[in-house]
Nanobody, 128 residues
Framework: QVQLVESGGGLVQAGDSLRLSCAASGLTFSIYSMGWFRQAPGKERESVAAISRTGGSTYYADSLKGRFTISRDNAKNTVYLQMNSLKPEDTAVYYC?????????????????????WGPGTQVTVSS
């Protein structure tokens, strides 16, 4: 069975850094594009970052460019999200997701509703 499991969340202070990991199993990891999303209480789920099969293409939400970095290690079936200079408004549940679709330039990044698998999420809380 397909599983995505996030880890690395926790409680930190503003200005700190965290690295989230998402370990995949039950699928051929290297043929999936991967993404990170987040959802804060009372807010809609929003796209954070995405990375293509080989890591050659990435996407970041405009407000997060320069602070967050997505990467992947296909040999470990794992995608990462490095989060620096964290702010209280980054507090949310963070989810990873996998997309099997072929992604030419005109169809990048994957829309939220086209991801095939989702993890259960990990909580990130940033105090002021």
């Amino acid at each position: 069975q397909v599983q995505l499991v996030e880890s690395g969340g926790g409680l930190v202070q503003a200005g700190d850094s965290l690295r989230l990991s998402c370990a995949a199993s039950g699928l051929t990891f290297s043929i999936y594009s991967m993404g990170w999303f987040r959802q804060a209480p009372g807010k809609e789920r929003e796209s954070v970052a995405a990375i293509s099969r080989t890591g050659g293409s990435t996407y970041y939400a405009d407000s997060l460019k320069g602070r967050f970095t997505i990467s992947r290690d296909n040999a470990k079936n794992t995608v990462y999200l490095q989060m620096n200079s964290l702010k209280p408004e980054d507090t949310a549940v963070y989810y990873c997701a996998a997309d099997l679709s072929i992604r030419p330039p005109a169809n990048w990044p994957p829309p939220r509703n086209e991801y095939d698998y989702w993890g259960p999420g990990t909580q990130v809380t940033v105090s002021s």
